[in-house]
């Protein structure tokens, strides 16, 4: 190809705005095409499992790209509309209309899909799920004061959605497969404090125990469990995790690694073709080039503008410090880095009930810090001890531990 003048996003969501947008940032003056099999523009799904479900007002999708930006940017958006075939060697993808449309670089955001679940007794489209803007909305209107609702999976959506619930006044059970909340990302010290905040507000919560089978009379639903306890439910959401959208990518022959597989710039093993969020695995110039999948919204928005940068030719490495956050009630959880890198945990108390752990390599590097309390109480440390783990510092233990001491100054150290 003499020039690339016309580049696609496969993907409507946070990555494949923001990498839109990112390209017009970087001074991209040709094509800029984005394409999303929902009706919505891009769209924030933070709110999916929060505001949307308590505000008084009929919720509005939070739209990211307004038609005045798109405008402003020079983005063509294409909603309604699935990509159904790459031809790698052509540069051309087919559209569901049947139309075919030429790439020069493509880029591949396509998400990830709720995980269903199969239980015996249980029809799929008996529950629901809750990833998209009108789910969320059907989910809004079933929503009501004395509902019994049962949630499968105790990770930060079916924990977010338990709290919202517990505000529209419903009766909610979390039931957990694993031992304890928030078992993928979250250390256990901490879960135990989100889990006794929903026990205090009232949610049901079990754990270490699946689903046997679920038994439907003109009453409702029975679900019973593997440990034989009988619970009656109205409704039944499943949040037990993700799967990536990577069919389009196994079809064009692209290499897969739970996820689009993509190296240190984001690229599949299509140099024309780059991924980014919730569909792709990346290796970590942080942690040693340990090969990871996150499902986050700051992830989103950090890949897309790097994979904008990737696809006009930079080279540096995506280093950006995994983080993640929670809002339950009128508490947050905070995490950045990544926990599970840590051989030691130092803990910082700092008052109002917040707590701030900071979790060690062997070698004392600091690798992830991870906090639970009022926002105001911890966003700021959580985002210093972020910092350090960008330097990748080696702070002096006894001054993580003191409240006293300024995180900030450590960070000039």
């Known amino acids: 190809m003499a020039t690339r003048d016309s580049f696609i996003v496969i993907g409507a969501g946070e990555a494949g705005a923001r990498a839109a947008t990112a390209l017009r940032e970087e001074g991209f003056t040709g094509a800029v095409t984005i394409i999303g099999d929902e009706p919505h523009a891009p769209y924030e799904r933070p709110p999916l499992s929060k505001t949307a479900l308590t505000d008084d007002a009929e919720p509005q999708a939070a ?11 020079g983005i063509t958006l294409r909603t309604d509309t699935r990509v159904l075939s790459i031809d790698r060697g052509a540069h051309r993808i087919a559209l569901s209309g049947g139309e075919e449309l030429a790439y020069d670089r493509l880029l591949l955001a396509t998400g990830a899909r709720a995980r269903q679940v199969s239980v015996d007794g249980l029809a799929r489209d008996a529950v629901l799920t809750l990833r998209t803007f009108d789910e969320a909305r059907a989910l809004r209107s079933r929503l009501r004061p004395g509902l019994r609702l049962a949630i499968l999976g105790g990770g930060f959506i079916g924990l977010e959605l338990a709290a919202a619930a517990r505000a529209r006044g419903a009766e909610v059970t979390v039931i957990e497969l694993a031992p304890r909340l928030l078992a993928r990302a979250v250390p256990a010290d901490l879960a135990a404090i989100v889990a006794a905040r929903h026990a205090a ?4 919560l079990r754990t270490g125990t699946g689903i046997d089978r679920i038994e439907t009379a003109e009453g409702g639903r029975t679900l019973v469990l593997s440990n034989g306890e009988r619970i009656a439910c109205d409704a039944i959401v ?14 064009a022959g692209l290499a897969l ?8 710039h984001l690229a599949t093993t299509d140099p024309d073709i780059f991924a980014a969020g919730d569909c792709c695995s990346f290796p970590h110039a942080l942690y040693d080039g340990r090969r990871l999948r996150l499902e986050a919204w700051r992830n989103a928005q950090d890949q897309g503008s790097a994979a904008a940068r990737g696809m ?3 080279r540096e490495p995506y280093a950006a410090v995994p983080w993640f956050w929670s809002d339950q009630y009128d508490i947050t959880l905070q995490i950045a880095g990544l926990p599970d890198e840590g051989a030691e945990t130092i ?5 109002d009930g917040a707590r701030l752990d900071f979790h060690l390599a062997e070698d004392g590097r600091l690798v992830a810090a991870s906090a639970v309390g009022p926002n105001g109480r911890i966003a700021r440390d959580v985002r210093l001890g972020e910092m350090l783990i960008a330097k990748r510092a080696h702070p002096d233990r006894a001054a993580l ?4 001491v300024k995180l900030k100054g450590l960070l000039a150290g």
């Open 238 to 251: 499943a949040g037990i995790g993700a799967l990536p959208e990577t069919d389009l990518a196994a079809r």
């Open 401 to 404: 531990a003191d409240p006293a």
């Open 63 to 73: 739209t990211i790209l307004s038609p005045e930006r798109r405008a402003e940017h």
């Open 347 to 351: 803990t910082r108390d700092l008052g």
């Open 201 to 204: 507000e009232g949610v049901t």
């Open 312 to 314: 006009l030719g930079a």
């Open 257 to 264: 690694d739970n996820g689009v597989a993509v190296d240190a």
